[in-house]
């Protein structure tokens, strides 16, 4: 059964700071994996994509990685503001035939202090 | 452009009572999904969709029903509502299998 993991669950750091989130999933067969960000009281705001395929994507100041013979990706902040405080979600996409459900870690809570 | 629109917001019934949740796309997508999120846990998958007419169980479909008789809407109904619904549910949609899903901003929904 894939299940995924986002340590740590929170994270506060100084504005301007470059920040690392991680994501670790167990079972190397998935279809993609996928980056949300959510705000407090609103649905989830899809970030990044990367195919099973691909090694990394980029939007802006975010990269995300993906590793899949590890089980890990990690999603790169450049440059961090106030305005990136969020709850930050991965979710992978198993490839089995038929999987049309995103398995979702548990977030990792982003504070950005001015 | 609306996206994905979901009502009510907000809801409080009372145990034994039943419900609909609605949700609407407006992007012609043929994919369609409804989540619930517990404090503190990931999404977990409900009812999917991959077209009108045709519809499936995600990982925790007990409690709950679904059709898809458009391809804009997808209904979310609760039968006979039980405190271990109380969640957030959210309703997205994604047009095919290598685009990413959008997400409507969520249905808060009380059982007591």
């Known amino acids: 059964k894939q299940e995924v993991t986002q340590i740590p669950a929170a994270l506060s750091v100084p504005e301007g700071e470059n920040l690392v989130l991680n994501c670790s999933f167990t079972d190397s067969a998935i279809y993609n994996l996928q980056w949300f960000r959510q705000d407090p009281g609103k649905g989830l705001t899809s970030l990044l994509l990367i195919q099973s395929s691909q090694r990394e994507q980029t939007s802006g100041r975010l990269n995300a990685s993906l590793d899949k013979s590890s089980g890990r990706s990690t999603l790169y902040i450049a440059a961090s503001q106030p305005g990136d405080s969020a709850t930050y979600l991965c979710?992978?996409?198993?490839?089995?035939?038929?999987?049309?459900?995103?398995?979702f870690g548990q977030g990792t809570r982003l504070t950005i202090n001015p | 452009n609306a996206g994905v629109t979901q009502t009510p917001k907000f809801r409080i019934l009372k145990i034994g009572q039943s419900m609909t949740l609605q949700c609407a796309q407006d992007?012609?997508?043929?994919?369609m999904y409804w989540y619930r999120q517990d404090p503190g846990m990931g999404l977990k998958l409900i009812y999917y969709s991959v077209g009108a007419g045709i519809t499936d169980k995600g990982e925790v479909p007990n409690g709950y029903n679904v059709s898809r008789s458009t391809t804009e809407d997808f209904p979310l109904r609760l039968e006979l509502a039980a405190p271990s619904q109380t969640s957030v549910y959210f309703c997205?949609?994604?047009?095919?299998?290598?685009?990413?899903?959008?997400f409507g901003d969520g249905t808060r929904l009380s059982i007591l």
């Open positions: 979710a992978v996409r198993p490839s089995l035939q038929g999987a049309q459900k995103l398995v």
């Open positions: 992007m012609n997508h043929n994919y």
């Open positions: 997205a949609s994604r047009p095919n299998s290598n685009q990413p899903q959008h």
